[in-house]
């Protein structure tokens, strides 16, 4: 059994259809990334697993237990983790507080602070700056901030939506490193990018085009296909 199966997935805003009948399995211990360019349906998929939005049509099964009519924090509670878009980590509280009131007393193992701990040694700038308000992170700490806030839920799944959005190569890799090192800690990943350089750490994934999939593979399939050459890698 994988982990999340999503079968014939739809979502749709009043008449208009972001997503349409999308199918993926993603594999316990696995980075699978969504690659897509704008408006390709990526967010509309994370958000239908998570229970922001109701799907049209379509089952997601977490485990094999199907999510349907979970609300967002049921779905945290199953062992999703959504790092969304834009960050949105909370401007006026501090990196230790938007850390703790992120914590998932019920998945956790641990105490509080040993939770928090695990962050700071995966994030040593999130570390020197505990004290510092979220709103004052410069950008890339901020999405530090946003995957911390994620893993406070100890997930079976990680979710992230464009975590590179607006950060330097350099810090793009950086981040991309992290989600390497989150994965060897255990935590499967769907990776959602349109940058085409997360694949170096993708076992596999699909290309989403105007909701539908265009192609499914392995990270070699996807590095190889004619769709990324062009899409992505602009060759
Ligand atoms: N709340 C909404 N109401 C109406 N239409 C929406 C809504 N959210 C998304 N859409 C539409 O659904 C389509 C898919 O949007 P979505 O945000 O899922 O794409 P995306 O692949 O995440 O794009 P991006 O890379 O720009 O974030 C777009 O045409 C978008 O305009
Ligand atoms: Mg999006």
Same mark, same amino acid.
């Given at each position: +059994?994988?982990?999340?199966?999503?079968?014939?997935l739809?979502?749709?805003?009043?008449?208009?259809?972001?997503?349409?009948?999308?199918s993926?399995?993603?594999?316990?211990?696995?980075?699978?990334?969504?690659?897509?360019?704008?408006?390709?349906?990526?967010?509309?998929?994370?958000?239908?697993?998570?229970?922001?939005v109701?799907?049209?049509?379509?089952?997601?099964?977490?485990?094999?237990?199907?999510?349907?009519?979970?609300?967002?924090?049921?779905?945290?509670?199953?062992?999703?983790?959504h790092?969304?878009?834009g960050?949105?980590?909370?401007?006026?509280l501090?990196?230790?507080?938007?850390?703790?009131?992120?914590?998932?007393?019920?998945?956790?193992?641990?105490?509080?602070?040993?939770?928090?701990?695990?962050?700071?040694?995966?994030?040593?700038?999130?570390?020197?700056?505990?004290?510092?308000?979220?709103?004052?992170?410069?950008?890339?700490?901020?999405q530090m901030?946003?995957?911390?806030?994620?893993? +406070?839920?100890?997930?079976?799944?990680? +979710?992230?939506?464009?975590?590179?959005?607006?950060?330097?190569?350099?810090?793009?890799?950086?981040?991309?490193?992290?989600?390497?090192?989150?994965?060897?800690?255990?935590?499967?990943?769907?990776?959602?990018?349109?940058?085409?350089?997360?694949?170096?750490?993708?076992?596999?994934?699909?290309?989403?085009?105007?909701?539908?999939?265009?192609?499914?593979?392995?990270?070699t399939?996807?590095?190889?296909?004619?769709?990324?050459?062009?899409?992505?890698?602009?060759?």
């Amino acid at each position: +059994m994988s982990l999340l199966e999503i079968h014939d997935l739809s979502v749709a805003y009043g008449d208009l259809y972001a997503v349409r009948g999308v199918s993926f399995a993603v594999e316990e211990g696995a980075v699978f990334v969504l690659l897509g360019a704008n408006g390709a349906g990526k967010t509309s998929i994370l958000r239908a697993i998570s229970g922001l939005v109701a799907a049209r049509g379509g089952r997601i099964a977490l485990d094999g237990r199907d999510l349907a009519g979970l609300v967002p924090n049921q779905v945290a509670r199953a062992g999703i983790a959504h790092v969304p878009e834009g960050r949105r980590v909370f401007p006026t509280l501090t990196v230790d507080d938007n850390l703790s009131v992120s914590f998932l007393k019920e998945r956790s193992k641990d105490t509080l602070g040993a939770a928090l701990d695990a962050v700071y040694q995966l994030f040593p700038r999130l570390a020197e700056r505990r004290k510092q308000l979220g709103g004052t992170l410069s950008g890339g700490e901020q999405q530090m901030l946003a995957i911390g806030r994620g893993l +406070m839920n100890f997930p079976k799944l990680l +979710m992230l939506d464009e975590p590179s959005l607006g950060l330097s190569p350099v810090l793009s890799e950086l981040v991309f490193e992290r989600l390497t090192a989150i994965r060897q800690l255990g935590t499967t990943i769907l990776l959602v990018e349109q940058n085409a350089t997360c694949l170096d750490l993708a076992t596999g994934g699909i290309i989403l085009a105007n909701g539908r999939v265009a192609l499914a593979g392995d990270r070699t399939r996807l590095e190889d296909s004619e769709f990324v050459r062009r899409a992505y890698l602009g060759v």
